[in-house]
């Protein structure tokens, strides 16, 4: 490299999209991202989903900081939310660099920031959820920050309030916390991937659309006009918590799947609830959850459940042991309507040529609903925590990298 006034610095990670088993719905500070209530979530495999982000620094750069997400130029300076993640990492870096003067001056320098989603942006998805982690992690990594992840999970909450679970893997908490300041509101992790490597996650996504009432909006609405909400947040979810991190440890899946669908029912309840209602599921959605019950019902026990996000996209989990009844019913429904059957989690499926479970033992018309309605599935599983990579969206002389085939 040249001198140092030339240098460009840089950093890469990828993060992981999480999908909550107990629902953040709800802010009590919205400029802090503070929620009224805990969550949960299990981390998802990145060898499905992830984001990739670069962060780099130089002199060489325009003063500006810049961030372009999926080959688009953002509004970096109109988005409080990023700003604020990048202000408090810039902080801890200014701490280093006066603690030992011998340590350039990366807190002074321009951010050149550059991500990639390898799934739809703002579709329910927990896009969000994974992009903060990762610009969090790769600018905390270019800047040789020595936070924990807990540590850093308080900044990148500051983002997006889910992303402080993508910055860990496995099964994740988020506690909601009771400081004003929100020091105390950060993610936990409850167990490691490693303790019940066996869950696995398949996606049926029903609409790559952005949705229509944007989360943050929808959570507001939902707070200050939903009667059922006050009860959710105070009596509801502390005794799922407790009852979740319990069916977690003793790796107890139908106790997990009872709490995660009651759960889900119990979120999208408060929002139609909201005046005037909202509606995140829609029939493909309500298709996707008879199909479960009725697959649970024919087994004659629970191998299966359901989640939602704020999104038309329907999450089932399931066990490995369970993949032909679970997902090879699903195959046997979608696979010539739907692509995304092949991957490492598709592995099991590959033989399969009938139904676990009997088709006339389903809903016909759930059936054919979702045949209509489902364009894409995505197979997973529980997965780990942000990677340091060395694959760079920006070029040893700070271009932005257009083309990586």
């Known amino acids: 490299m040249a001198d140092s006034d030339c240098t460009i610095y840089r950093a890469s990670t990828t993060a992981p999209v999480n999908i909550a088993v107990i629902k953040y719905w709800g802010k009590r500070n919205a400029t802090l991202n503070l929620p009224t209530n805990s969550s949960l979530s299990v981390t998802l495999s990145q060898r499905s989903l992830r984001t990739l982000t670069t962060a780099s620094c130089s002199a060489t750069y325009p003063a500006a900081d810049s961030l372009t997400l999926n080959g688009k130029p953002q509004d970096i300076q109109s988005s409080k939310r990023t700003i604020a993640c990048l202000s408090n990492l810039r902080s801890l870096r200014r701490a280093l660099e ?18 990639e989603n390898n799934f739809p942006t703002a579709a329910g998805l927990a896009s969000s959820a994974a992009g903060f982690a990762a610009l969090v992690r790769a600018v905390a990594d270019l800047y040789r920050l020595p936070q924990s992840p807990r540590d850093i999970s308080r900044i990148a909450r500051q983002g997006s309030g889910s992303a402080c679970r993508s910055v860990m893997g496995g099964y994740v908490a988020w ?11 950060l993610a936990e992790e409850v167990a490691p991937a490693s303790h019940w ?18 989360s943050t909006d929808g959570m507001q609405t939902t707070v200050a006009t939903s009667s059922l909400f006050a009860t959710r947040a105070a009596s509801v979810v502390p005794e799922r918590m407790a009852a979740m991190e319990a069916a977690i440890r003793n ?32 029939d493909i959605s309500r298709a996707a959850i008879r199909l479960v019950h ?75 609903i979702l045949k209509e309605g489902v364009s894409r599935v995505i197979l997973t599983g529980v997965g780990e925590g942000p990677v340091s990579v060395d694959e760079h969206l920006v070029s040893e002389t700070g271009e932005i990298v257009t083309d990586r085939s």
């Open 98 to 115: 006066e603690a030992d003067p011998s340590l350039p001056k990366l807190s002074t320098l321009p951010l050149r920031i550059v991500s």
């Open 251 to 282: 790796k107890d899946f139908p106790a997990f799947a009872e709490i995660t669908m009651r759960d889900s029912n119990s979120f999208h309840a408060t929002c139609l609830d909201s005046w005037p209602p909202i509606f995140y599921m829609n």
């Open 197 to 214: 490597p066996e869950m696995r996650a398949m996606i049926l996504v029903v609409s790559a659309e952005k949705k229509d009432v944007p």
């Open 175 to 185: 506690r909601a916390g009771t400081l004003a300041d929100g020091s105390d509101s």
């Open 294 to 368: 009725d697959i649970n019902c024919a087994v004659g026990r629970t191998v299966c459940a359901y989640t939602f996000d704020a999104g038309p996209n329907a999450v089932i989990y399931y066990l490995e042991k369970d993949s032909e009844l679970v997902a090879g019913t699903f195959k046997a429904i979608l696979s010539s309507s739907a692509d995304g059957w092949d991957g490492p989690f598709g592995e099991p499926l590959k033989n399969i040529t009938s139904p676990g479970v009997s088709l006339d033992k389903l809903d016909s018309r759930a059936v054919d």
